[in-house]
Nanobody
Framework: QVQLVESGGGLVQAGGSLRLSCAASGRTFSNIAMGWFRQAPGKEREFVARITWSGGSTYYADSVKGRFTISRDNAKNTVYLQMNSLKHEDTAVYYC????????????WGQGTQVTVSS
């Protein structure tokens, strides 16, 4: 099983940017799809973005499409989430996840990193 550690969260003003990182260990990272999810206070955890093992295919939630970009560096065992044009409603704990095929079910979760967007 893969172990995941997120970093890069923080406080940012609306319209600003942040880049989250997720470092993986414990398994061959380059063979697995990866995703980002988030959970706002009082809400269920929701899908944000995912990327295939090669990085050749990405998919985004409608709410972040055009503003967020997921990418990965298999040499560094790291997946990233670049977040631009942040909105107050993007405030949440962001979780990195290793995904299993088929179906992209979550195999492993990171501990989460807090993103707070002030309006």
């Amino acid at each position: 099983q893969v172990q995941l550690v997120e970093s890069g969260g923080g406080l940012v003003q609306a319209g600003g940017s942040l880049r989250l990182s997720c470092a993986a260990s414990g398994r061959t990272f380059s063979n697995i799809a990866m995703g980002w999810f988030r959970q706002a206070p009082g809400k269920e955890r929701e899908f944000v973005a995912r990327i295939t093992w090669s990085g050749g295919s990405t998919y985004y939630a409608d709410s972040v499409k055009g503003r967020f970009t997921i990418s990965r560096d298999n040499a560094k065992n790291t997946v990233y989430l670049q977040m631009n044009s942040l909105k107050h409603e993007d405030t949440a704990v962001y979780y990195c996840a290793a995904l299993a095929l088929p179906g992209f079910a979550v195999n492993s979760w990171g501990q989460g990193t807090q993103v707070t967007v002030s309006s």
